[in-house]
Each structure stands twice: as C-alpha cells, then as structure tokens.
C-alpha cells in the first residue's frame, strides 16, 4: 500500500477535495482609465466600458456559484479626481442602477450599495433606494456596490453603532458594519483586483482579515468569464490556515495494501 501525498499547487494530482467557491468574492475594478488612454480615448469611455465588464462578472459570479459579489466602483479618495471624471461616473451609476435592477430582479439577484450616502446627488441615491427595494428578495446572490466607500471610514462609523462601555467581539464589529450600510458579513474569502496594482487602497479592510489577494495586470474593462475562471480555481488550490496548521491531508489509495496513517505535520 502506497500513501500519495501531495500539496496545494502540486498540480492535477492533488487528492485534496476541491475547495467550495468563495462565499464571498471582492473585487478591485481598476484599469478603466488606462484602458481608454492607451487607445486615445477619454477616461469616461473606459468607466463606460468598465460597466460592461460589471454586467459580465455579476453574470459569471452567480452562475457559478458566489453568495456575495462586492465591487469597488467608486472610493472615499476618488472625490480627488477631476470633477468631469467624477460626474461621469456619478452619471453611469445612476443609469447602471436604473437599468440592471430589473436584470437583477430577473435572476435573483439582491443589489445593495455600500459606503457613504450623503455627499451623493438625490437623482441617485433615489435610484439606489429604487434598486434596492425592487431587488430586495432575490435569494441567488448579494450584488454589494462599494460607492464612497472607504475601510477606515466603515469601521469608523460601525464603532459609532457600538453600545459604550462594553468591549466589542470581532463579530460584533462585523455586524455592525452591516446594520452601518457599509459591509458586513460574511467576511471576504477571495479578493481580486485588476489593473496590475498590489494595493487594497482602502476597501473592506477588516471583512478582508484572511482573504485570498489575487491580482491580474487585465484592465478592468477586458475582464470576462475565463479571468474570474482562473482566480477561483487558483483559490480552490489554496489552503487556508488561518494562523493554525496545514489540515490532515487526504489519502489516496493509489495501491493495493490498505490504508496507512501518515504523520499530520511530517517534515
Ligand atoms: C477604476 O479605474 C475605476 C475607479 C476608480 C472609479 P481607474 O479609473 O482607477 O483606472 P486607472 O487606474 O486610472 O487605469
Ligand atoms: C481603487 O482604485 C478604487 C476603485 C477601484 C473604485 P484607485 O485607482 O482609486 O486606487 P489607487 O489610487 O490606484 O490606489
Ligand atoms: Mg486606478
């Protein structure tokens, strides 16, 4: 009898089972604006191209299994940009809400947008408001939009909601970023960003504690199907540890002689 052993990422042989699809996928979308430079197009048309590519994912992430899909579209720190680039964006979110809801509503998806509410026009918070209530049961997947969002300006305001005087839990944390609007559980099993940067710039710092990081130098605006292919199967090859020690691994009987225990944490 022959024990096989391999480890993640030893390739196709790997007698570990395959890891469940993330319960909850976020994601960076960067690149919109480089996507439109190097073609010698303005800022905007990328963002536009960039909603394309939010339609396609939202499509591949619930066909495949995700539970809760959050997006970075627009960040605290973005209000830096050029006020043209902000009212662009401002303006493609409002016509993404008011005409993906019914889409939404069509495979049962529930669109929820996180981050602040009061520096945004009233047109759009109404569609938000709009969008939300019109996509309240779907039960296939959680849309969350990160729009004026920011981590520290989440937890910030989660605090805030926090009883005095009696010391958190970590859970307690967690939930209280849901009831603020601004996250909340469950925690992020994979987050991804696109646009060749390896920074987190802000998002979902404490629902990201053990996240999975994949990064992709594809511009947001090319992502597809086959990208988010790639970084689940990637994530279904990782082992997550969480500060403990590698799980038993599996056993394969891969010749006749009965099983035989290997040490747990043989050199
Ligand atoms: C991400 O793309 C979208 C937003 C931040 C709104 P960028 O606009 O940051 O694109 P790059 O990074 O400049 O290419
Ligand atoms: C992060 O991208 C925010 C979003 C994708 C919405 P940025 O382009 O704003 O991040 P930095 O400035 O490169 O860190
Ligand atoms: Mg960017």
Request: aromatic residues 6%.
């Given at each position: 009898?022959r024990?096989?052993?391999?480890?993640?990422?030893?390739?196709?042989?790997?007698p570990?089972?395959?890891?469940?699809?993330?319960?909850?996928?976020a994601?960076?979308?960067?690149?919109?604006?480089?996507?439109?430079?190097r073609?010698?197009?303005?800022?905007?048309?990328?963002?536009?191209?960039?909603?394309k590519?939010?339609?396609?994912?939202?499509?591949?992430?619930?066909?495949?299994?995700?539970?809760?899909?959050?997006?970075?579209?627009?960040?605290?720190?973005?209000?830096?940009?050029?006020?043209?680039?902000?009212?662009?964006?401002?303006?493609?979110?409002?016509?993404?809400?008011?005409?993906?809801?019914?889409?939404?509503?069509?495979?049962?998806?529930?669109?929820?947008?996180?981050?602040?509410?009061?520096?945004?026009?009233?047109?759009?918070?109404?569609?938000?408001?709009?969008?939300?209530?019109?996509?309240?049961?779907?039960?296939?997947?959680?849309?969350?939009?990160?729009v004026?969002?920011?981590?520290?300006?989440?937890?910030?305001?989660?605090?805030?909601?926090?009883?005095?005087?009696?010391?958190?839990?970590?859970?307690?944390?967690?939930?209280?970023?849901?009831?603020?609007?601004?996250?909340?559980?469950?925690?992020?099993?994979?987050l991804?960003?696109?646009?060749g940067?390896?920074?987190?710039?802000?998002?979902?710092?404490?629902?990201?504690?053990?996240?999975?990081?994949?990064?992709?130098?594809?511009?947001?605006?090319?992502?597809?199907?086959?990208?988010?292919?790639?970084?689940?199967?990637?994530?279904?090859?990782?082992?997550?540890?969480?500060?403990?020690?590698?799980?038993?691994?599996?056993?394969?009987?891969?010749?006749?002689g009965?099983?035989?225990?290997?040490?747990?944490?043989?050199?």
């Amino acid at each position: 009898m022959r024990i096989e052993r391999t480890r993640p990422g030893d390739g196709a042989k790997r007698p570990y089972p395959s890891v469940a699809p993330p319960r909850h996928l976020a994601v960076i979308m960067d690149g919109n604006g480089r996507w439109a430079t190097r073609r010698g197009l303005p800022r905007a048309v990328g963002h536009r191209e960039g909603a394309k590519a939010v339609r396609r994912i939202v499509e591949s992430a619930r066909r495949r299994g995700i539970g809760t899909l959050t997006l970075f579209a627009f960040s605290a720190d973005n209000w830096k940009r050029p006020e043209a680039e902000v009212a662009a964006l401002m303006n493609l979110f409002e016509r993404y809400l008011a005409g993906e809801a019914r889409r939404c509503v069509a495979n049962g998806i529930r669109l929820r947008v996180i981050g602040r509410r009061d520096r945004l026009g009233p047109a759009l918070v109404a569609a938000i408001t709009a969008a939300e209530a019109l996509t309240a049961d779907g039960e296939a997947m959680e849309l969350r939009i990160a729009v004026d969002y920011s981590g520290r300006d989440a937890i910030l305001t989660a605090v805030a909601l926090l009883p005095c005087g009696i010391p958190p839990t970590r859970q307690d944390l967690l939930a209280a970023l849901g009831r603020a609007g601004c996250g909340g559980p469950p925690e992020v099993d994979l987050l991804l960003r696109t646009g060749g940067e390896h920074r987190i710039s802000d998002f979902l710092l404490w629902e990201s504690a053990y996240a999975e990081v994949w990064f992709s130098d594809r511009l947001w605006p090319d992502v597809a199907d086959p990208d988010l292919a790639e970084a689940l199967d990637w994530f279904s090859r990782r082992e997550r540890r969480f500060g403990g020690l590698p799980p038993t691994p599996a056993v394969s009987l891969v010749a006749s002689g009965g099983p035989r225990e290997e040490p747990v944490h043989a050199a």
